[in-house]
């Protein structure tokens, strides 16, 4: 169900911050948009995926994970940004720290996809903001997809031969795993592989 306030009630506004239920809001353009917070199982996967990322990918190309962080161009804060799930950051990215928020977009920006959300609508802003790529993955079935910025538009990258789908970017390739998992790999390296959420 999708819900617009023409005028954002200060009593709704308050009960959302004394719940802690407002970190996930997002302002598009001067409007705010409230999904409702995250099932377990999509927080079990991003914890996963943000933890393989970070101990796994991370440290030897000193870059950056983290979730849960809004993005917005310069001068649109607080009035236009977006909150993907995780966000990696790679030395030679272009993203400031902003310490409330990364003006610019980081080189990716992951999105698990639940029924009815707005990964897919998110993809203009993204582009805007110049996000290299954009993985957006589907919380039920862990199926993954790829868009690679070029010329302005986001194109999906085709999985390969052999099943995987490559980051360009992060050298990071993923598929599906068994039932309900994503499985993770870096770069063609087979001892790196991991199936998400861990069991």
Not at 81 to 96: C, K, N, Q, S, W
Not at 157 to 175: F, K, N, Y
Request: glycine share 8%; charged share 25%; hydrophobic share 35%.
């Amino acid at each position: 169900m999708k819900v617009i306030m023409p005028v954002a009630l200060p009593d709704v506004m308050e009960l959302c911050k004394r719940h802690r239920e407002d970190r996930w809001d997002e302002m598009w353009d001067g409007v705010l948009h409230m999904p409702p917070p995250p099932t377990i199982g999509h927080q079990d996967f991003e914890w996963s995926l943000e933890t393989y990322l970070r101990q796994r990918w991370a440290p030897g190309r000193k870059a950056k994970v983290y979730h849960q962080v809004a993005v917005a161009p310069a001068n649109g804060w607080p009035n236009n940004y977006r909150v993907p799930d995780l966000v990696l950051l790679l030395p030679e990215g272009l993203a400031i720290d902003r310490q409330q928020y990364l003006e610019g977009g980081p080189n990716v920006a992951v999105e698990i996809h639940s029924p009815g959300d707005e990964s897919y609508e998110k993809l203009p802003f993204y582009a805007q903001l110049g996000v290299l790529e954009v993985w957006i993955i589907q919380r039920a079935t862990k199926e993954p997809e790829i868009h690679v910025l070029k010329r302005g538009r986001y194109k999906k990258q085709v999985v390969r031969a052999d099943g995987w789908l490559a980051s360009p970017g992060t050298g990071i390739e993923m598929r599906v795993g068994r039932p309900g998992k994503l499985a993770v790999r870096q770069a063609d390296d087979e001892t790196s592989r991991q199936e998400l959420p861990g069991d």
